[in-house]
């Protein structure tokens, strides 16, 4: 994958922050996003992503297919969270976080 084909983009240090502070700075637009970088990989090569780090693909702009393989590893206690609705719960990512923060809280 490459910037051309939509690789898979990062915001170093993203993964660091706590769930709180991810609400806050998601809503104030705080994140810098001049400092997101380009994971560019070759064929064969392994991208090791944290679940907690901001990541996402760019649009495939080139002629070239884009195929890779996504395989996702963690805990039952872990929620898997999306910008857009969770297409089983049809909560958005901040639903998520805030009910979260919320139950965490009692």
């Known amino acids: 994958m ?3 084909n939509g690789c898979t ?3 170093p240090q993203s993964h660091t922050i706590t769930d709180e502070e991810a609400i806050q700075e998601e809503k104030n637009k705080a994140f ?3 400092q997101i970088v380009s994971l560019n ?3 064969g090569d392994v991208v090791i ?3 907690k780090l901001l990541h996402g693909g760019r649009e495939n702009r080139s002629t ?3 195929n890779l393989v996504v395989i996702q590893l963690g805990v039952n206690t872990d929620t898997f969270l999306h910008w857009n ?3 089983f719960s049809g909560l958005t990512r901040e639903a998520i976080l805030e009910e979260q923060y ?3 809280c009692l």
């Open 41 to 43: 990989a070759e064929a």
């Open 85 to 87: 609705a969770e297409r």
């Open 32 to 34: 810098d996003l001049r």
């Open 64 to 66: 070239r297919e884009r």
């Open 9 to 11: 983009e990062a915001l």
């Open 2 to 4: 490459y910037d051309a």
């Open 102 to 104: 919320s139950n965490a």
């Open 49 to 51: 992503i944290h679940s």
